[in-house]
Protein backbone atom coordinates (compact mmCIF):
# COMPACT_ATOMS: atom_id res chain seq x y z
CA UNK A 1 0.00 0.00 0.00
CA UNK A 2 2.08 2.95 -1.09
CA UNK A 3 0.84 6.57 -2.77
CA UNK A 4 1.36 7.12 -6.14
CA UNK A 5 3.81 9.11 -7.84
CA UNK A 6 1.01 11.73 -9.35
CA UNK A 7 -0.77 11.34 -5.55
CA UNK A 8 2.94 12.62 -3.71
CA UNK A 9 3.18 15.86 -6.21
CA UNK A 10 -0.46 16.55 -5.67
CA UNK A 11 0.35 16.83 -2.18
CA UNK A 12 3.59 18.88 -2.19
CA UNK A 13 1.87 21.32 -4.48
CA UNK A 14 -0.97 21.78 -2.21
CA UNK A 15 -1.45 24.89 -0.24
CA UNK A 16 -2.64 22.76 2.77
CA UNK A 17 1.16 21.02 3.02
CA UNK A 18 2.89 23.74 1.93
CA UNK A 19 1.26 26.24 4.68
CA UNK A 20 2.56 23.23 7.04
CA UNK A 21 5.85 23.78 5.90
CA UNK A 22 5.73 27.54 6.02
CA UNK A 23 4.69 27.39 9.96
CA UNK A 24 7.07 24.64 11.11
CA UNK A 25 9.91 27.07 9.62
CA UNK A 26 8.49 30.21 10.86
CA UNK A 27 8.36 29.18 14.28
CA UNK A 28 11.63 27.26 13.99
CA UNK A 29 13.52 29.72 12.63
CA UNK A 30 12.07 32.16 15.24
CA UNK A 31 13.07 30.24 17.97
CA UNK A 32 16.16 29.24 16.76
CA UNK A 33 16.99 33.24 16.20
CA UNK A 34 15.88 34.31 19.56
CA UNK A 35 18.22 31.49 21.17
CA UNK A 36 21.33 32.81 19.15
CA UNK A 37 20.50 36.43 19.90
CA UNK A 38 20.31 35.35 23.95
CA UNK A 39 23.36 33.20 24.14
CA UNK A 40 25.48 35.41 22.28
CA UNK A 41 24.32 38.12 24.14
CA UNK A 42 25.65 36.30 27.04
CA UNK A 43 29.00 35.43 25.51
CA UNK A 44 29.78 38.81 24.14
CA UNK A 45 29.15 40.19 27.94
CA UNK A 46 31.49 37.99 29.16
CA UNK A 47 33.92 38.72 26.72
CA UNK A 48 33.05 42.81 26.71
CA UNK A 49 31.33 43.41 30.20
CA UNK A 50 33.11 41.00 32.38
CA UNK A 51 33.04 43.99 35.49
CA UNK A 52 29.55 43.33 34.88
CA UNK A 53 29.18 39.62 35.37
CA UNK A 54 31.90 39.68 38.53
CA UNK A 55 29.26 41.94 40.56
CA UNK A 56 28.96 39.96 43.77
CA UNK A 57 25.84 39.05 44.81
CA UNK A 58 27.04 36.72 47.72
CA UNK A 59 29.82 35.87 49.32
CA UNK A 60 31.34 33.40 46.56
CA UNK A 61 28.34 34.24 43.61
CA UNK A 62 28.62 36.62 41.30
CA UNK A 63 25.82 37.85 38.94
CA UNK A 64 27.43 35.91 36.18
CA UNK A 65 26.37 32.58 37.84
CA UNK A 66 22.93 33.54 37.86
CA UNK A 67 22.55 34.90 34.58
CA UNK A 68 24.40 31.66 32.99
CA UNK A 69 21.64 29.49 34.92
CA UNK A 70 18.76 31.86 33.51
CA UNK A 71 20.07 31.03 30.14
CA UNK A 72 20.01 27.44 30.30
CA UNK A 73 16.60 27.79 31.98
CA UNK A 74 15.42 30.12 29.42
CA UNK A 75 16.68 27.72 26.54
CA UNK A 76 14.28 24.86 28.34
CA UNK A 77 11.28 26.86 28.55
CA UNK A 78 11.97 27.66 24.74
CA UNK A 79 12.14 23.76 23.83
CA UNK A 80 8.29 23.79 26.20
CA UNK A 81 7.13 26.77 23.84
CA UNK A 82 8.10 23.91 21.00
CA UNK A 83 6.70 21.64 22.52
CA UNK A 84 3.60 23.03 23.22
CA UNK A 85 3.02 24.70 19.91
CA UNK A 86 3.89 21.17 18.05
CA UNK A 87 0.92 19.01 20.18
CA UNK A 88 -1.83 21.67 19.54
CA UNK A 89 -1.05 22.39 16.31
CA UNK A 90 1.01 21.30 14.06
CA UNK A 91 0.55 18.01 14.82
CA UNK A 92 -3.23 18.25 14.86
CA UNK A 93 -2.68 19.94 11.01
CA UNK A 94 -0.43 17.06 10.33
CA UNK A 95 -2.97 14.35 11.36
CA UNK A 96 -5.26 16.16 9.09
CA UNK A 97 -3.33 16.48 6.25
CA UNK A 98 -2.40 12.39 6.58
CA UNK A 99 -6.27 11.45 6.84
CA UNK A 100 -7.22 13.55 4.34
CA UNK A 101 -4.26 11.68 1.86
CA UNK A 102 -4.79 8.43 3.02
CA UNK A 103 -8.74 9.03 2.42
CA UNK A 104 -8.51 9.55 -1.55
Known sequence: ???KPERVKE????PQFKNLVQQRLTVSISLT???????????LSIAFYKEFLSIKIGEHLTLGLPIGIGL??????LTGFYIRW??????????????EVLEN
Open 86 to 99: ANRKYDKAVRELRN
Open 33 to 43: IIMLVVYFGFI
Open 11 to 14: ILQS
Open 1 to 3: MGI
Open 72 to 77: IIFAWL
